[in-house]
């Protein structure tokens, strides 16, 4: 049989520090598993010698599927690409390109994924990440959980197994700003989690910059959730109350009681406090409004430059 069942996909970006740990693990996972398995690499548009390291291998080795990005695209969409490109029939095996995911649980995840589960993601234990970071993305997760309008898992990343069918429904997904593992849990059908201890950087450091992680986060907060828009709708509303309530106590103090009106400490006050309630209304308004934007363009999310495959598969 010539078309794999498994593709094994991971996004690589300035990785060739990694990636011959990573390809000498896949190969000894691949040698004992009774399983036609392709590995796509998704280069994104590396500055080091990684496409480099990924045209040799796939030029020499049929199990590795090679896809080469036009420029550097990100995390995200560099796995969206990975994940159109992979061919699979069976299942798709999602990891990171620097053995923070270790390809061993594959296995495991594939017993879960033939026992009915459509997608198995992996739960983080334990992270073995700086203090900040843990905490970071600790807080972030819950925030998120607690005001998604999907029921995105705790503490799960990218890092999952895929049927067929979820793949592609997600290739499907048009949407530009993507947060994929947000999309993952929206698609429903049966998933199930699976622990494991986050291992550290094999090599090298993180590639995700500070305005990438903040971006990704953004994205899920801002594509799965209504709730800064409610918020929004909900405090302006409490504001107007308020108000109200404020000048009907002024008026009754004019006519009843004093016979004046003092108090323009108060008032500016009320002016710059309401005013900062009006421009964060507005930013959040605008967040979504800029999605709308940018999905209105419909522009391809990504752009291949080269493929390189084995032509014996179909
Ligand atoms: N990555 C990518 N494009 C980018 C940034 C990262 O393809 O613009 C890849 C990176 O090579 C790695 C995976 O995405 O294989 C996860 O990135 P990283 O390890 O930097 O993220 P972290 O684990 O620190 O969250
Ligand atoms: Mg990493």
Do not use: C
């Not at 305005?211 to 800064?228: D, H, M, T």
């Amino acid at each position: 049989m010539k078309t794999p069942q498994l593709s094994i996909v991971a996004p690589l970006y300035n990785e060739s520090e990694s990636l011959p740990h990573l390809i000498e693990r896949l190969n000894a996972l691949m040698d004992r598993l009774p399983l036609s398995i392709e590995v796509v690499l998704i280069d994104d548009g590396s500055r080091d010698n990684t496409a480099y390291l990924i045209r040799q291998l796939a030029l020499t080795d049929d199990r590795y599927h090679g896809v080469f990005l036009s420029r550097n695209h990100g995390h995200q969409l560099a796995l969206s690409a990975g994940i159109a490109a992979a061919r699979g029939t069976e299942a798709l095996f999602i990891i990171d390109g620097d053995l923070q995911d270790p390809p061993e649980l594959l296995p495991d995840f594939y017993r879960l994924f033939q026992e009915g589960n459509d997608v198995v993601y992996a739960v983080r234990r334990k992270r073995k990440e700086n203090m900040a970071k843990r905490t970071g993305y600790y807080l972030f997760y819950r925030l998120l959980q607690s005001i998604s309008y999907v029921d995105i898992p705790l503490d799960s990343g990218d890092f999952a197994l895929i049927s067929r069918r979820v793949a592609d429904v997600l290739i499907k997904m048009p949407e530009e700003s993507r947060y994929l593992r947000g999309m993952r849990s929206w698609i429903g059908f049966k998933q199930i989690g699976f622990e494991y201890e986050r291992d550290g950087r094999i090599a090298g450091e993180s590639k995700y910059s500070f305005k990438q992680l903040l971006r990704l986060a953004y994205n899920g907060i801002f594509n799965f959730s209504e709730f800064p828009i409610k918020f929004m709708t909900y405090s302006g509303a409490t504001a107007i109350t308020v108000a109200l309530i404020y000048l009907i106590v002024v008026l009754i103090k004019r006519f009843f009681i004093t016979g004046v009106i003092e108090g323009f400490t108060a008032l500016l006050f009320v002016i710059i406090l309401f005013s900062g309630v009006q421009l964060l209304a507005l930013g959040i308004i605008g967040e979504y409004v800029l999605r709308i934007f940018f999905q209105a363009k419909n522009r391809p999310l990504f752009i291949i430059k080269e493929e390189i495959v084995n032509r014996e598969y179909v």
